[in-house]
Structure formats: C-alpha cells, structure tokens
Nanobody, 126 residues
Framework: QVQLVESGGGLVQAGGSLRLSCAAS????????MGWFRQAPGKEREFVGG????????SYADSVKGRFTISRDSVKKMVYLQMNSLKPEDTAVYYC???????????????????WGQGTQVTVSS
C-alpha cells in the first residue's frame, strides 16, 4: 500500500510562488512514476506534470510549462512541485499521484495513476 500526503498549498497573489510537497510511503517508491494533477471547481482533473521513476525525464502541461518544475528525492521519498509566476487560473486542488507499474516514460492521464493523495488547495488572487 502506498500513501501520499501533499502539503504546501495556500493563498498567494498573482505572480507569486508556492512549493508543494508530496510525502510518500512504500518500499519501492524509487520505482514509481510520480505525477501532479489539479482540479478546479466544475472542471475535470487535469495533468500538471510528471517525473519518471529515475527522475531523468519530466513532462508538463502546456499551461504550466516554463513556470512549474517537478523534482523528486527518492531517498527522502518526496516529490516537489515548484510553482512560479502563479496566475489566478492556477487556482485548484492539487493532487500528487503515483504509478507503480510504468517503467518507460510517464502517463498524462489520471486513470494511469494508481495511488492518490488527498489534495492541497492552491488559491491565486488577482
């Protein structure tokens, strides 16, 4: 069983920054693809970005490319989402997710991820 716990959300003004953290349990965390998703009220959950199990490759949604950065520390079993130049449209609940099965690349669809955290709210004011 894998447990994921997000933290670091909050209220920030447009143009500001936040760093989300995701703490993971599980002996084989270092082999998991990790993703960040977000869901705004009335909208579907959408892919924000992901990182391969090795940390050697990342992928981002076009809407956050150049502003958000994902990193992982497999020793500490942590995944991070650094969010810069935040916009009001970034307001959402942000979720950390784990895919324990994929060995090549990473998925961009929610159904490809098996384990999910409870989410952390990010609110960007204009």
């Amino acid at each position: 069983q894998v447990q994921l716990v997000e933290s670091g959300g909050g209220l920030v003004q447009a143009g500001g920054s936040l760093r989300l953290s995701c703490a993971a349990s599980g002996r084989t965390f270092s082999t998991y693809v990790m993703g960040w998703f977000r869901q705004a009220p009335g909208k579907e959950r959408e892919f924000v970005g992901g990182i391969t199990w090795s940390g050697g490759s990342t992928s981002y949604a076009d809407s956050v490319k150049g502003r958000f950065t994902i990193s992982r520390d497999s020793v500490k079993k942590m995944v991070y989402l650094q969010m810069n130049s935040l916009k009001p449209e970034d307001t959402a609940v942000y979720y950390c997710a784990a895919d324990p099965a994929r060995k090549l690349g990473l998925g961009i669809h929610a159904y490809e991820y098996t384990y999910w955290g409870q989410g952390t709210q990010v609110t960007v004011s204009s």
